[in-house]
T-cell receptor, first 116, second 112 residues
Framework: DAGVIQSPRHEVTEMGQEVTLRCKPI?????LFWYRQTMMRGLELLIY????????DSGMPEDRFSAKMPNASFSTLKIQPSEPRDSAVYFC??????????????FGPGTRLTVL | SQKIEQNSEALNIQEGKTATLTCNYT??????LQWYRQDPGRGPVFLLL?????KEKRKERLKVTFDTTLKQSLFHITASQPADSATYLC???????????FGTGTKLQVIP
């Protein structure tokens, strides 16, 4: 199993540009999470999907952020327009709801985003 | 307001000793608590889960306790090794939901 796959691994862009981050969850997992990690705020949940449906997007900072999950094997997080304060590491994680087991989340390697 | 607190300063410990990390929370009533390990440049990796009705859970050299009265979890690594050096994150979750809220993490350094 390849684990959770994220692309790109690094992204450097200029303020005002559109940024699209991609995630392929582990096959068979039915939940997908997008997180943002910074030194100041730690690991913050942005949005999570269950069976491709957004369940909780209360962590999405503002309308500039949007996320989609068109099918069980792909999700995108888009920032438009990007701002320097969006610079962070963005993680995607997936898990399989198993009726109260460990609920462990499997994280991807992250995308380091720098907005100049 | 809800808050999850972990040791903000790095924890340095001698190899072979037991490392103890704390996770304190306020204004939460979690159904379970997870611990993750994060190495530099990588995503967190799940280690252990403990439920609200469990006092203690063990896995190899790891031990986790959960005191819902004190609103605290302790994470112990016995016979610590330099390879245990990493940042450790606690995460609180609720029954029926997979969403968890992470603490800010504690950086552990095991000195040979």
């Amino acid at each position: 199993d390849a684990g959770v796959i994220q692309s790109p691994r690094h992204e450097v862009t200029e303020m005002g540009q559109e940024v699209t981050l991609r995630c392929k969850p582990i096959s068979g997992h039915n939940s997908l999470f997008w997180y943002r990690q910074t030194m100041m705020r730690g690991l913050e949940l942005l949005i999570y999907f269950n069976n491709n449906v957004p369940i909780d997007d209360s962590g999405m900072p503002e309308d500039r952020f949007s996320a989609k999950m068109p099918n069980a094997s792909f999700s995108t997080l888009k920032i438009q327009p990007s701002e320097p304060r969006d610079s962070a590491v963005y993680f995607c994680a997936s898990s399989r709801l198993t009726g109260g087991r460990d609920n462990e989340q499997f994280f991807g390697p992250g995308t380091r985003l720098t907005v100049l | 307001s809800q808050k999850i607190e972990q040791n903000s300063e790095a924890l340095n410990i001698q190899e072979g000793k037991t490392a103890t990390l704390t996770c304190n929370y306020t204004n939460y009533s979690p159904a379970y608590l997870q611990w993750y390990r994060q190495d530099p440049g990588r995503g967190p990796v799940f280690l252990l889960l403990i439920r609200e009705n469990e006092k203690e859970k063990r896995k190899e050299r790891l031990k986790v306790t959960f005191d819902t009265t004190l609103k605290q979890s302790l994470f112990h690594i016995t016979a610590s090794q330099p390879a245990d050096s990493a940042t450790y994150l606690c995460a609180l979750g609720y029954g029926g939901y997979q969403k968890v809220t992470f603490g800010t993490g504690t950086k552990l350094q095991v000195i040979p």
